[in-house]
């Protein structure tokens, strides 16, 4: 069910440009924007848009592009929004690729779909325990770290803007993200939440660390 069904005031919110609608439709389909990235990338056969700081920055692109003024008036409420959330994301992916002098080999209705997703705030990523040790990691980070976490994942700045903001180069940043991940890994693996490569019932992806650092 499309995430605006029944719900009027996260519309009107959203189309005000409302902070905290925002983030609500991040989480809603964050997940599902990330992987339909991968299985763009996939299909073009175009391993160089799949690499991980790529994929990160083509995710934060397709919400700048949905959640830009002229986008948000243009959405009636009652069309499905994870099928709007991959056209961008597709068009998104046809400028990459003629960035890079290609073109798809196959047309795009052979691509794969998903259908909407579920909001992350009904499922296993609402456990409060996960909450809980996020909560601790963060306080525990060293002031740069910290602002690393705050241009990514809290004001969901590109790189190239994040770096210039920080005074940093792309590649520390890269590193520094690989460390927030990484050390969120540890965090929950300690708590005895995170066992291998699961976490509260789910596998644990870079998605899936994005949206719970978001």
Known sequence: ????VGQPQLLEA?????????????????????????????????????????????????????????ARSAYDGTRPYGPYLRRIAKNLFIDQLRAHGRALEEPFDVLPDTCESTPPESGQLADPRVSAVLSAYLSSLPPPLHSVYEQRFVLG?????????????RRRLRTDEERLMSGLRRALLDKGIMRGDLVVGVSFTRAMATDVLR
Request: aromatic fraction near 10%.
């Open 14 to 70: 959203f189309r005000e440009g409302e902070q905290w609608a925002f983030e609500r439709v991040y989480r809603a389909y964050v997940r599902m924007v990330d992987r339909y990235l991968q299985a763009l990338v996939r299909a073009g056969q175009a391993p160089e848009l799949g690499q991980p700081s790529v994929i990160a920055d083509s995710l934060q692109e397709v919400f700048v592009r949905a959640l830009s003024p002229g």
């Open 157 to 169: 700045n590109s790189q190239e803007h994040s770096c210039a903001a920080l005074g940093i180069t």
């Open 1 to 4: 069910m499309p995430i605006f």
